[in-house]
């Protein structure tokens, strides 16, 4: 399955954006969803993930992005977000969203193929 990502842009240090995750097969059979994000000659990196179940859902952040940004999931809209506030310049990045594997104690596969993901540009 392919998700969507879409609600990028160019902000400033400090604003805010949220980005929109989704498929036109919509999302709701799948458990956990990741957004990552690559910058520039970099790696591309797991920045949240949530993972819903019958008794509420979990979510994890890569340290550098914990207090600022924010993941959720609207099941009604079929979306998942990314709330990111405070943003830097260093979160400049095209960010993806996928379903993910998880095995329980911390390590993250993403599934699926990735979609054109959305550009996140943060200026000084």
């Known amino acids: 399955v392919q998700l969507q990502a879409s609600g990028g842009g160019l902000v400033q240090a400090g604003e805010s954006l949220r980005l929109s995750c989704s498929s036109s097969?919509?999302?709701?059979?799948?458990?956990?969803i990741g957004w990552w994000r690559q910058a520039p000659g970099k790696q591309r990196e797991l920045v949240a993930v949530?993972?819903?179940?019958?008794?509420?859902?979990?979510?994890n952040y890569t340290s550098s992005v914990k207090g600022r940004f924010s993941i959720s999931r609207d099941f009604a809209k079929n979306t998942v977000y990314l709330q990111m506030n405070g943003l830097k310049p260093e979160d400049t990045a095209v960010y993806y969203c996928?379903?993910?594997?998880?095995?329980?104690?911390?390590?993250?596969?993403?599934?699926?193929?990735w979609g054109p993901g959305t550009l996140v540009t943060v200026s000084s």
């Open positions: 996928s379903a993910v594997d998880s095995d329980g104690v911390g390590n993250y596969l993403a599934l699926g193929s």
């Open positions: 097969g919509g999302i709701f059979g799948i458990t956990t």
């Open positions: 949530i993972s819903s179940g019958s008794s509420g859902s979990t979510t």
